[in-house]
């Protein structure tokens, strides 16, 4: 098993482009979300979904899109890019029965100029 | 919303005992988890409370008490590699609230 695998783990975008960020379980798990972490903070999660074609705003969803076509993977889209999503990204997933236990991907270092 | 509290630094000789409190206030509460982060690393996880009580996972043990809203990672026999952040996390149904994180350094 690969885990939680996302693609790419840097990237530097200017001001205003878009790019999808890639992520992608093999676990079955049933729930993936996406979080930022930012310098001296936790993670903050962005979007969640709880299956294939369910998808919902977490804490800080603006700027930000998602779509979950298959169980397997769950990108995010940066819209127009501004220098305060400069950030570190985690993908997550985990199965229902998991309890509190989510595994995340290695992270993608986000800059934006 | 949620709203978690941790202490932002700790820091601890090898061999010691070290405790991180977490206490928060949550709209909806499932359960309390605990995360471990190295420099440049993803969170794994270490532990999860649902109901009160201890749970003991090898050199870590976890707390807590949903009357108090206060919960807590205890991490014995500290190790060099143990040096990291900890991040207390409270679920929500599926969704995870994170704390802001408490970075245990430990000193040889």
């Known amino acids: 098993n690969a885990g939680v695998t996302q693609t790419p783990k840097f990237q530097v975008l200017k001001t205003g482009q878009s790019m999808t960020l890639q992520c992608a379980q093999d676990m079955n798990h049933e729930y993936m979300s996406w979080y930022r972490q930012d310098p001296g903070m936790g993670l903050r999660l962005i979007h969640y979904?709880?299956?294939?074609?369910?998808?919902d705003q977490g804490e800080v969803p603006n700027g930000y899109n998602v779509s979950r076509s298959t169980t397997e993977d769950f990108p995010l889209r940066l819209l127009s890019a501004a220098p305060s999503q400069t950030s570190v990204y985690f993908c997550a997933s985990s199965s229902f029965s998991g309890g509190g236990s989510q595994f995340f991907g290695p992270g993608t270092r986000l800059t934006v100029l | 919303g949620q709203s978690l509290e941790q202490p932002s630094e700790v820091t601890a000789v090898e061999g010691a005992i070290v405790q991180i409190n977490c206490t928060y206030q949550t709209s909806g509460f499932y359960g309390l988890s605990w995360y471990q982060q190295h420099d440049g690393g993803a969170p794994t996880f270490l532990s999860y409370?649902?109901?009160?009580g201890l749970e003991e996972t090898g050199r870590f043990s976890s707390f807590l008490s949903r009357s108090d809203s206060y919960g807590y990672l205890l991490l014995q026999e500290l190790q060099m590699k143990d040096s990291a952040s900890y991040f207390c996390a409270v679920r929500d149904d599926y969704k995870l609230s994170f704390g802001a994180g408490t970075t245990v350094t430990v000193r040889a």
């Open positions: 409370n649902g109901l009160d």
């Open positions: 979904s709880v299956g294939a074609g369910i998808t």
